[in-house]
Structures are given as structure tokens and as C-alpha cells.
Nanobody, 114 residues
Framework: QVQLVESGGGLVQPGGSLRLSCAAS????????MNWYRQAPGKQRELVAA???????NYADSVTGRFTISRDNAKNTAYLQMNTLKAEDTAVYYC????????WGQGTQVTVSS
């Protein structure tokens, strides 16, 4: 059974930082491309950042320079370090594992507010 479990969300002030984690089980983690998506109220889910099996990364323009995606294959975990957070980063953040199939986590809420 495949499981992706996100953690690390919460309430943070503008300019603050959070680190999201996505712990995977039931898959050969190192083979999967790991993605972070987010969905704000009333908006479509959007890709925020991705890290391929070879470690290459890509980011949405809106988070480039502020967010960093990484992976630890020994721990079967992907991370999203989010710095200089803005109100518009408020959303539910979802972890996604992609290879021949797509697997999703349950999501973690990130709220940026003073």
C-alpha cells in the first residue's frame, strides 16, 4: 500500500519560513519524481516544485528563489523549504509521487498571515 504523509504546515507570518516533509512508503522512492503542488481556495491546483530521480529540480516562477525542493532517498522523504513566505503562498500543499502512476498525500495547510 502506497502512502505519502505530509507534515510541517502551519501558520506563519509574512517573511517567515516553513519546511514541509513528505514521507513515502510502499514505493521504490528513488525511482520516482517527487512533486509539491498547492491549491488555494477557489483556485486550481498548481505545481510548485519538482525533483527528479536524478536530483534535477524545477520551480514555478512564483516561488523561484524562495523555495527549495530536495529529497533524501535513504529516508524515503522529500522536502520543501519555504522562505520569505507571502500571503499568496497560503494554500493546501500536496506531495505527489510520479512514475508510471501518480500518488498523492492528504495535504497540509500553510497559512501566511500576520
Amino acid at each position: 500500500q502506497v502512502q505519502l504523509v505530509e507534515s510541517g504546515g502551519g501558520l506563519v507570518q509574512p517573511g517567515g519560513s516553513l519546511r514541509l516533509s513528505c514521507a513515502a512508503s510502499g514505493i521504490t522512492f528513488s525511482m520516482y519524481k517527487m512533486n509539491w503542488y498547492r491549491q488555494a481556495p477557489g483556485k486550481q491546483r498548481e505545481l510548485v516544485a519538482a525533483v527528479a530521480s536524478d536530483g534535477s529540480t524545477n520551480y514555478a516562477d512564483s516561488v523561484t528563489g524562495r523555495f527549495t525542493i530536495s529529497r533524501d532517498n535513504a529516508k524515503n522523504t522529500a522536502y520543501l523549504q519555504m522562505n520569505t513566505l507571502k500571503a499568496e503562498d497560503t494554500a493546501v500543499y500536496y506531495c505527489n509521487a510520479n512514475l508510471y502512476s501518480d500518488y498523492w498525500g492528504q495535504g497540509t495547510q500553510v497559512t501566511v498571515s500576520s
